[in-house]
T-cell receptor, first 116, second 114 residues
Framework: GAVVSQHPSRVICKSGTSVKIECRSL??????MFWYRQFPKKSLMLMAT?????????EQGVEKDKFLINHASLTLSTLTVTSAHPEDSSFYIC????????????FGDGTRLSIL | AQSVTQLGSHVSVSEGALVLLRCNYS??????LFWYVQYPNQGLQLLLK??????LVKGINGFEAEFKKSETSFHLTKPSAHMSDAAEYFC????????????FGKGTRLSVIA
């Protein structure tokens, strides 16, 4: 079945560091990928929609200069948390949907980001 | 616009008992509905989905859900709970199969008591 790989699974770093998270669709092409953020004991909130070859669309309240999204190919999207601070600590999850048909989103396993 | 309401943030059942997790949705267009499961420190795994056709949908691990348009519901059930079913369950809705994001409910934590 469709697989989405997300890397790294866990990051612990100092405040001020920039962190890059990769999301890859391993066996299908995804023109669109989504980035979600999950706070402890909370649901998933959509951060942005990543479109291959164009700028990402950010949800209201999400700082696009803080959360840089690049979707350079049909199988790879990256989220960079720039100058991360403790309040950016969270669980970040990407998803991708196959381009055709009534296909559900497939999720990566998530990245737990901890900023000290 | 779409929205999802999951009734009960925490459900506790005995092993072998019926599992019922409730989900109601709101959608201005015919919805696509999903149930995902999340184990601790992991991503989401699709349990089942409804797009069109048969309203009773069977998923993995013995779960099933029934789409009831008149009740705007998509409740998740399993006849007999196993300890391994303990996890967080999310109901989600999407407008259609295009490149639209999912809107998630707040989740229901299922505990299974031995």
């Amino acid at each position: 079945g469709a697989v989405v790989s997300q890397h790294p699974s866990r990051v612990i770093c100092k405040s001020g560091t920039s962190v890059k998270i990769e999301c890859r669709s391993l066996d299908f092409q995804a023109t669109t990928m989504f980035w979600y953020r999950q706070f402890p004991k909370k649901s998933l909130m959509l951060m942005a929609t990543s479109n291959e070859g164009s700028k990402a669309t950010y949800e209201q309240g999400v700082e696009k200069d803080k959360f840089l999204i690049n979707h350079a190919s049909l199988t790879l999207s990256t989220l960079t948390v720039t100058s991360a601070h403790p309040e950016d600590s969270s669980f970040y999850i990407c998803s991708a949907r196959q381009h055709r048909g009534n296909q559900p989103q497939h999720f990566g396993d998530g990245t737990r980001l901890s900023i000290l | 616009a779409q929205s999802v309401t999951q009734l009960g943030s925490h459900v506790s059942v005995s092993e072998g008992a019926l599992v019922l997790l409730r989900c109601n949705y709101s959608s201005s267009v015919p919805p696509y509905l999903f149930w995902y499961v999340q184990y601790p420190n992991q991503g989401l795994q699709l349990l089942l989905k409804y797009t069109t056709g048969a309203t009773l949908v069977k998923g993995i691990n013995g779960f099933e859900a029934e789409f009831k348009k008149s009740e705007t519901s998509f409740h998740l059930t399993k006849p007999s709970a196993h300890m391994s079913d303990a996890a967080e369950y999310f109901c989600a809705v999407s407008a259609y199969s295009g490149n639209t994001p999912l809107v998630f409910g707040k989740g229901t934590r299922l505990s299974v008591i031995a």
